[in-house]
């Protein structure tokens, strides 16, 4: 019988293997027959020249330098040194080796999905519904096909959560050192996986504690979460040392400042948010404090006071950003490269921004062009979601024999977190990236319920 259950696994392997493949070959000649070009690949969105320039320097110089020949303080060194590989390895076409690198490390993501949710001992059907909606998800398809940290973010994670799970099941050392060492990995792609290891930590002491065995509960936590913020600290020493800047990435700081504190100020003033951005970077007070600070220091010094004194607000924007993440931008990305489209996007984007009521902004999207295909995303994300609630739900009733499911869903609610924003900030569709695989675990639980 056991024979019979592992091969029926196997040949669902198989026809995922197969689908996925076969979808992203069909979606690579969709976009080589809308026009993509390599230098779509490297310009359609300005980030991509912000891992580009480091990774040549660091070719070139053996320097982390960003594209002004100044130490780089805003990315973190692994999706560049990624780049390096690959430029390193096929010179002048790199371009398209990355692209088949990335659509290759999505495949694996989503054999990931099916791996944890084999270990996760859902059954059969939810297996293989979660991960044939991982090998569907056509949004996280699309960024493969551009020079964007998320894809190899999305992997180094996901596999972290399998050795993690794996450590759960054997109580062997070596899954939890791999599991921290992704994880490090993962933040030095996308500095937003930072404090991740530290939620994970609380939740494995709690399960330890839980068990009146706190002391190796303590041990445990100790060793994972020293091997996985190690680096972290140390790159932080380089930041201080090269700059004076004394954190993990700059982004952070200037996320908070130009984008939260702009959101919250558009609300609170009924303005527009691009106005208000601008203001904050002409703001006198911030040139002030740059004599005795950084910039970031001066940036979040500003940004905190901003947000602190309009807290409530500043909260039920973050609600809303939450929402907008899981339910605006779905597959529209993939249809960007149409220039109609994309001009209905930059008309949706506005629309969200002019600071009226969230009915009001709904009613008059509904009017604008491609409107039907807005509905249907509309719909296709609701149903992630209440597979995704429903999912969630049914992992913490298990409670401590099913600890990592109780994992799983903290990572969620923390990408969503830091995800968020206000005023339009938390409404990027690349933001998806990160949730939409745990996304794919907690359908495949709600399958299993369902089915």
């Not at 527009?272 to 970077?281: I, K, N, T, V």
């Not at 009001?360 to 994300?381: D, K, M, T």
């Amino acid at each position: 019988m056991a024979e019979k259950t592992a091969q029926s696994y196997r040949k669902d392997i198989i026809w995922i293997i197969l689908i996925g493949v076969c979808v992203r070959i069909l979606f690579t000649l969709f976009f080589l027959g809308s026009g993509f070009s390599m230098k779509d690949a490297r310009q359609v969105y300005p980030d991509s020249a912000t891992y580009i320039a480091p990774a040549d320097s660091m070719l070139e110089t053996g320097r982390f330098l960003n594209i002004d020949g100044a130490p780089e303080i805003h990315r973190t060194p692994g999706y560049p040194l990624f780049l390096a590989f690959c430029k390193l390895i096929l010179g002048e076409n790199w371009t398209p080796f990355t692209i088949m690198l990335q659509l290759l490390l999505n495949l694996m993501a989503v054999l990931l999905v099916h791996a944890v949710l084999h270990e996760i001992g859902v059954g059969r059907r939810g297996v293989f519904g979660g991960a044939m909606l991982a090998a569907l998800n056509l949004h996280d398809v699309y960024f493969c096909f551009f020079i964007l940290s998320d894809i190899l973010f999305q992997f180094l994670i996901l596999a972290a959560f399998f050795l993690l799970l794996r450590f759960l099941k054997t109580a062997h050392f070596r899954p939890l050192i791999g599991a921290a060492l992704l994880f490090a990995m993962g933040m030095f792609v996308r500095p937003s996986g930072l404090y991740l290891p530290v939620l994970l930590s609380l939740i494995l002491f709690g399960l330890f504690l839980l068990k009146r065995d706190w002391q190796w509960g303590m041990k445990l936590s100790a060793l994972f979460l020293s091997v996985s913020l190690a680096p972290a600290l140390l790159w932080c020493y380089r930041n201080e040392s090269v700059s004076g800047f004394a954190g993990f990435s700059a982004t952070q700081s200037s996320n908070l400042y130009a984008y939260h504190s702009a959101g919250v100020l558009a609300f609170v003033n009924g303005t527009d948010f691009y106005q208000e951005q601008e203001a904050l970077g002409r703001n006198p007070e911030l040139t002030a404090l740059r004599d005795g600070m950084t910039l970031q220091q001066a940036e979040t010094m500003l940004a905190k006071q901003i947000l602190t004194q309009h807290l409530p607000v500043y909260a039920l924007l973050m609600l809303e950003g939450a929402g907008l993440i899981l339910l605006y931008p779905g597959i529209f990305d993939v249809f960007r490269l149409n220039d109609a489209f994309a001009i209905y996007l930059s008309g949706v984007r506005a629309i969200f921004l002019n600071g009226e009521s969230l009915l009001s902004r709904a009613v008059e999207i509904i009017f604008q062009p491609f409107s039907l295909l807005a509905g249907l995303n509309f719909l296709i994300l609701l149903a992630l979601l209440i597979g995704t609630v429903s999912g969630m739900v049914r992992s913490v009733r298990g409670a401590i024999p099913r600890v990592i499911e109780i994992m799983l869903c903290a990572a969620f609610l923390y990408f969503l977190l830091v995800s968020a924003g206000p005023n339009g900030y938390g409404t990027y569709p690349r933001f998806r990236l990160s949730l939409s695989l745990f996304q794919a675990i907690f359908c495949g639980i709600a399958i299993a319920a369902w089915l």
